[in-house]
Each structure stands twice: as structure tokens, then as C-alpha cells.
């Protein structure tokens, strides 16, 4: 894990240098706070105290997320492992209200990946935000994924995978293909709880995979094919 230099941060009084927004979560089909509280749950006062803390893990110590990926066919190959934000050290986010970064790779052929995180949060309210004991926890916005990436060959094997406080079943992801795979849930990568949306699409119908950490897709007529797997998250210590 890499070394954050101390600091001391006043912030607003809750654990952060700002205000996070209310956002009523209710209608979705699926949310999960950061304290693992989700859909249909009652949420208990541990439950809010550790969405804080896990809210503050992400919005301070957040360092990297590492991945494996890849996306290549006869005309060339593009590959990620990872994305992070060794540019902004935990005492340099006493000012800021969002953290995130974007990664990509791609080919003269047209292979891509394009890989994004936004540590973007909000206090998220089981019916109207205007009555507190609806109040179950911290997560993220919901137009704010915490992760997401996409990889495409051309168009003929497509996959995309995002992890966010909130999700819909079934998921819209747009894979754009003729035929695909898709699912929807919870999981939980590095101890942190998330809602996930995974979709692989091919143009020919071929081999594809989708679970709740992975997703591959391959046209195999033209050798196109591409893949994610293995996240992690790391988080800063300090001295």
C-alpha cells in the first residue's frame, strides 16, 4: 500500500470539505449504500456509521483501481490494468468535492478500452428527502458510478462493466450488438458494497460471459475478442 504524507483536514464537520447532496434512492430497482444496506433492508445505526467510514475511505485514501483487460482482433490490440490517482494525495482533496479519473487505450485498428472512477457521494434517502428517518446511509450519486469500462473491437465483441450505488434490472448498458448477455446485482470488491451492471455483446453471436466481477466477449469468426477481470481496489496508509 503507498504512503500518504498526515495532514489535518476541518472540513465541514460530517468528514468532508463539503456538503453532500440528498438523493431520494427509492425508485430504483436495486441501491446499496456504502454501509451495505440495500434495496427493501431497514437500515441499522452501524449501517449508516460504517457507510460514513467507507465514504470517507473512498473520498481520502482512495490510490488506485487495478484490473486486468484487454480487446484485440487481426488488426491490432489495446489493454488496461489499471487507473489511479497517485496525482492527488489525500491532503490535497481538502478542497474538492469530486475525485475521479479517466484511463484509456485503443488501436490504429479500432480497438478500445476506456476506463473511468468517480468517488461523487451522497446521502441517500429511503422515500422523501425531506424527512430524515428516511435516511439510510452514504453512496454515490446515482449518474455517478463509482467505476466503469468499456472495450470494443469495431463493434464486432463489446463488453462494460460498472460498479455504482444504484442500478436497474435489467440493466440498459449499450453493448450495441446483435446478440448479448447481461446481469445485475450486488457485490462487494475490496470490503466497499456496490451495486454492479455487467453486459457483453458480439455481432455474430458468439462466445459471452458475464458475472458479477468479469465480463468477455469473443466473435470468434474474425478473431475479435475482449475481456475484463480482477478488480481490486488500494488505499493510501499513513506514516
Given amino acids: 500500500m503507498p504512503t500518504a504524507t498526515s495532514f489535518t483536514a476541518l472540513g465541514r464537520g460530517n468528514g468532508f470539505p463539503f456538503c453532500p447532496?440528498?438523493?431520494d434512492v427509492s425508485s430504483y430497482d436495486l441501491?446499496?449504500?456504502l454501509g451495505g444496506t440495500q434495496k427493501g433492508e431497514t437500515a441499522t445505526e452501524s449501517e449508516k456509521n460504517l457507510s460514513v467510514v467507507n465514504a470517507m475511505k473512498l473520498y481520502w485514501n482512495?490510490?488506485?483501481c487495478s484490473f486486468t483487460s484487454s480487446a484485440s482482433s487481426s488488426l491490432g490490440s489495446a489493454s488496461l490494468s489499471g487507473i489511479d490517482d497517485i496525482d492527488k494525495e489525500p491532503r490535497e482533496r481538502t478542497c474538492l468535492s469530486i475525485i475521479s479519473k479517466t484511463a484509456s487505450d485503443s488501436s490504429a485498428g479500432g480497438q478500445s478500452l476506456t476506463a473511468t472512477y468517480?468517488?461523487?457521494?451522497?446521502?441517500y434517502y429511503d422515500g422523501s428527502i425531506n424527512d430524515e428517518s428516511n435516511y439510510v446511509g452514504i453512496g454515490f450519486v446515482p449518474n455517478s458510478p463509482f467505476f466503469n469500462i468499456n472495450g470494443d473491437t469495431r463493434g464486432r465483441a463489446t463488453i462494460e462493466y460498472k460498479l455504482a450505488g444504484v442500478g436497474t434490472d435489467p440493466n440498459t448498458?449499450?453493448?450495441g450488438s446483435f446478440d448479448d448477455d447481461r446481469e445485475t446485482g450486488y457485490v462487494t470488491i475490496s470490503g466497499i458494497p456496490f451495486v454492479y451492471e455487467v453486459a457483453?455483446?458480439?455481432r455474430a453471436?458468439?462466445?459471452l460471459s458475464v458475472d458479477s466481477t468479469s465480463c468477455s466477449a469473443e466473435d470468434t469468426p474474425i478473431g475479435s475478442s475482449v475481456s475484463f477481470s480482477s478488480l481490486s481496489l488500494d488505499f493510501y496508509t499513513y506514516t
Avoid at 468517480?118 to 446521502?123: E, G, I, K, N, Q
Fill in 31 to 33: 441501491w446499496s449504500t
Fill in 21 to 23: 447532496e440528498k438523493q
Fill in 205 to 207: 453471436g458468439s462466445p
Fill in 173 to 175: 448498458l449499450s453493448v
Fill in 62 to 64: 482512495f490510490y488506485d
Fill in 118 to 123: 468517480s468517488v461523487d457521494l451522497a446521502r
Fill in 200 to 202: 457483453a455483446g458480439t
